[in-house]
């Protein structure tokens, strides 16, 4: 079976990680990888490299991203990546094709995908983000995915919802904790040889993205962020740059300024990449922002989350994750508790809703036993 797996940001790539390994190493298959977007560049770090240092052959690549961050800019994004996984569908001619969440270019990959007949499978549907046009482009994939493999039972019945049929699609757990499993993680000393700074008392890794549907701009909500965090005191904060959404380059040039007026208790960092990231997690006292990870990795290092805003709104929480506005007092009210004894206390045993890190093999499993005879897919209505 040839299984095409397509790639488009540092947080796919380590998200499908454990499953292109798995497809690269099992004979039953023959793998082909195929990158795009935010790894060829320049601005978001050439994660190419970390795909390529990884190990893994790169059977195609070509570049979709616009490089504005306007709506404008965005929608070149998707027309360019339609075109360039047009080309590599006739040429590679795969039997599935791998596509994991939400994220513009993938939406590319899954219409050209569905016009050339390619049944595609979908990691992550199901999930609801009513803050970002995530939310739209994710239903949209969904419906044109043959399988679907979700990180929660709830997800799996929201697909279902959605008109696919129950016997094509699987609770299998966030693909994510796979990787924190099986990787060993470098230690606090490694992390800040290899970043040249030092921990402090307190530590935090900050990662926010625009919220693409509020009207409040990303700058007045990010500047309320560094306001709050400027406040504390013994404390270090790590930032990751934001992606390439509207209005990211906003973001991405206010951690550079910050960063650089305080460099003795911030860094900016590009892209940490998987390891380095979780490791961090595995150092830091708690992540800040509104990543989808901070919903679904971050509970498993039992370390809290704040949550700002609306771009995840929707996502099941796990206790360790504290929602907020993007409002300033509400932001230090919630790191006061965030960075508390008692609630640090209270979440070291809390259940992980996610998974147990297994869902790289169930998905195996299934593609191995499918029995595809068709792509036609009836819509499936709930009973009555």
């Known amino acids: 079976m040839k299984v095409a ?3 488009g940001t540092r947080a796919d790539f380590g998200l499908l ?5 798995e497809l690269k190493n099992d004979d039953f298959f023959k793998l082909s990888l195929w990158v795009t977007a935010m790894h060829l560049s320049d601005r978001f770090g050439n994660t190419i490299n970390e795909i390529i240092n990884s190990g893994f052959k790169i059977d195609y690549s070509f570049p979709c991203l616009d490089e504005g961050d306007d709506s404008i800019a965005i929608s070149r994004t998707i027309s360019k990546a339609i075109e360039g996984f047009s080309k590599v569908i006739d040429e590679d001619s795969p039997d599935f094709l791998v596509i994991l969440g939400d994220r513009t270019e993938m939406l590319g990959a899954a219409i050209a995908a569905t016009v050339a007949n390619l049944p595609i499978i979908h990691i992550h549907g199901g999930e609801t983000t009513i803050g970002a046009y995530d939310e739209s482009i994710r239903h949209s994939i969904t419906k044109m995915s043959y399988l679907h493999f979700t990180a929660a039972s709830e997800y799996r019945n929201r697909v279902i919802q959605l008109g696919e049929h129950p016997s094509r699609v699987f609770d299998v757990g966030a693909i994510g904790i796979d990787s924190i499993k099986s990787l060993a993680l470098m230690s606090d000393k490694e992390l800040e040889d290899d970043l040249n700074f030092k921990f402090n008392k307190k530590n935090i890794l900050i990662t926010y993205h625009p919220v693409t549907l509020e009207s409040s701009s990303a700058a007045k909500q990010f500047k309320a962020i560094l306001k709050a965090l ?12 934001s992606n390439s959404d509207k209005d990211g380059k906003i973001i991405n040039k206010m951690i550079n300024e910050y960063t650089s007026l305080n460099n003795s208790k911030s860094i900016g960092v590009m892209s940490l990449g998987q390891l380095r990231y ?8 708690l ?10 990795e971050v509970p498993y290092f039992n370390i809290p989350t704040i949550n700002i805003g609306d771009r995840q709104t929707g996502r099941l929480l796990s206790e360790s994750v504290i929602q907020c506005t993007n409002e300033l007092e509400d932001i230090k009210k919630a790191l006061k508790t965030g960075l508390g004894d008692a609630f640090a206390k209270a979440i070291k045993t809390q259940t992980h809703i996610y998974g147990n890190g297994t869902a790289t093999q169930q998905i195996i499993n299934v593609l191995k036993s499918i029995n595809m005879s068709s792509l036609k897919k009836p819509f499936y209505d709930l009973p009555k």
Request: net charge negative.
């Open 230 to 241: 400027d406040e504390l005191e013994d404390t270090f904060l790590i930032f990751t740059h």
């Open 17 to 21: 990680r454990p499953l292109i390994q």
């Open 5 to 7: 797996v397509a790639t």
């Open 278 to 285: 979780f490791s961090m997690l595995e150092n830091v006292d």
């Open 287 to 296: 992540v800040l922002g509104n990543s989808s990870s901070g919903i679904l």
